[in-house]
């Protein structure tokens, strides 16, 4: 089991990228579910602000087994 973390910040991207990778309140179930299908994770968080946006996964076949 991996735990695999992929973000950025206002100190590794400017406003423009930010702007384009965040998720809004109400995007947040669709936006992990198709995580979810794209890495086959088994868990994962999605955190998004006005200056960073991260994605926290662990490592699974996605059906929540093991």
Same mark, same amino acid.
């Given at each position: 089991?991996?735990? %695999? +973390?992929? &973000? %950025?910040? /206002?100190? #590794?991207?400017? %406003? !423009?990228? *930010?702007?384009?990778?965040?998720?809004?309140?109400?995007?947040?179930?669709?936006? @992990?579910?198709?995580?979810?299908?794209? $890495? &086959?994770? *088994? !868990?994962? +968080?999605?955190? $998004? #602000?006005?200056?960073? #946006?991260? +994605? /926290? @996964?662990?490592? &699974? !076949? &996605?059906?929540?087994?093991?």
């Amino acid at each position: 089991m991996a735990l %695999i +973390v992929a &973000g %950025i910040n /206002y100190r #590794t991207a400017p %406003i !423009e990228v *930010r702007e384009r990778v965040a998720v809004a309140p109400h995007e947040v179930g669709d936006a @992990l579910a198709e995580l979810r299908h794209r $890495s &086959g994770a *088994r !868990e994962m +968080v999605l955190l $998004s #602000t006005c200056n960073r #946006t991260e +994605v /926290y @996964l662990v490592e &699974g !076949e &996605g059906n929540g087994e093991g």
